[in-house]
Nanobody, 110 residues
């Protein structure tokens, strides 16, 4: 199992980013996958999940702003993040059954 995140960066509050997670070693459509994040000095926090059936779930604070999706052909998971807030600043990881990639840094300036 390999998960490689990309797409992070520095953005002003109100801006958007799309994170990608390229998966290998398994077929993403067969598993539930999640995005989790870790803000500076804080623990790991669940953000969003997509089930194998395509159902999506979101942390309350990101509902209406973030959208999780996947491309089964590219075997890639995405997180579209709109209306970003400084409190969204964190390292974002995609996760499968507790395994994570190296993460991608998202920094939102006020």
């Amino acid at each position: 199992v390999q998960l490689v995140e990309s797409g992070g960066g520095l953005v002003q509050a109100g801006g958007s980013l799309r994170l990608s997670c390229a998966a290998s070693g398994f077929t993403i459509s067969s598993y539930s996958l999640s995005w989790v994040r870790q803000a500076p000095g804080k623990g790991l926090e669940w953000v969003s999940s997509i089930s194998s059936g395509g159902s999506t779930y979101y942390k309350d604070s990101v509902k209406g702003r973030f959208t999780i999706s996947r491309d089964n052909i590219k075997n890639t998971l995405y997180l579209q993040m709109n209306s970003l807030k400084p409190e969204d600043t964190a390292v974002y990881y995609c996760s499968k059954s507790g395994s994570r990639g190296q993460g991608t840094q998202v920094t939102v300036s006020s």
